[in-house]
């Protein structure tokens, strides 16, 4: 069964600290991931795209990691910022279609002063 | 922000009436994908447009429907409305349908709706 699996569920952190989320995903046949970010009540923002030849993708503060061999990305977030408040999602694109995707259920991750 | 315009922001509707949701795509993008996401769960893929077809659908009932127009707007048209129906409706556009990186989707910023 295809599944995107994300954890943890919710995380809070200082203001400055780093903190790495973790997408566990069992899709087949892989086409690419992506990071998004979204704040609540908006849509998906895209951070990083990652398809099967990537291993590592940054975008500012941002740090994706990808796995093909164990099926694990993760998230890195750097020097976090109040503003990094939010719901990051990871979707897993398989079988070479914009319509064949599975989101995770996000982490949810708060940045406290 | 993505350039990809939803209307009306929120809706407040009543069960078993029907609504109609809007989507505006990105210049140049010919596929819009709609979506279902319930209070704090992942969204869950309702059907995708491509060029003016429908190009794949989600586990959603047949009272979910929609149109894309020759501008690639597009239209979710929610019939029979239920209680379990309130979420937020996110519309993503995208140029072509292969899939691939290169295929980025962006998302509107959704239309929150409330059935009462």
């Known amino acids: 069964k295809n599944q995107v699996e994300q954890s943890p569920q919710s995380l809070i952190i200082l203001e400055g600290k780093n903190c790495t989320l973790q997408?566990?995903?069992?899709?087949?046949?892989?086409?690419?991931l992506r990071w998004y970010k979204q704040d609540t009540g908006r849509g998906p923002v895209s951070l990083t795209i990652?398809?099967?030849?990537?291993n590592t993708k940054s975008n500012g503060r941002y740090t994706a990691t990808l796995d093909a061999d164990t099926k694990q990305s993760s998230l890195h977030i750097t020097a976090s910022q109040l503003s990094d408040s939010a719901s990051y999602i990871c979707v897993v694109f398989y079988g070479g279609a914009t319509n064949k995707l599975i989101f995770g259920t996000g982490t949810l991750l708060a940045v406290q002063p | 922000e993505t350039g990809v315009t939803q209307s009306p922001t929120h809706l407040i509707k009543t069960r078993g009436q029907q609504v109609t949701l809007r989507c505006s795509s990105q210049s140049g993008h010919n596929t819009v994908s709609w979506y279902q996401q319930a209070l704090g769960q992942g969204p869950q893929f309702i059907f995708q447009?491509?060029?003016?077809?429908?190009?794949g659908r989600g586990n959603f009932p047949p009272r979910f429907s929609g149109l894309q127009f020759p501008n690639y707007s597009s239209e979710l048209n929610v019939n029979a409305l239920e209680l379990d129906d309130s979420a937020l409706y996110l519309c993503?556009?995208?140029?072509?349908?292969?899939?691939?990186?290169?295929?980025?989707?962006?998302f509107g910023p959704g239309t929150r709706l409330t059935v009462t």
């Open positions: 990652m398809t099967f030849s990537e």
């Open positions: 997408c566990n995903y069992t899709v087949s046949p892989f086409s690419n």
């Open positions: 993503a556009s995208s140029q072509g349908t292969s899939g691939g990186a290169e295929n980025e989707q962006y």
């Open positions: 447009y491509y060029r003016e077809e429908e190009n």
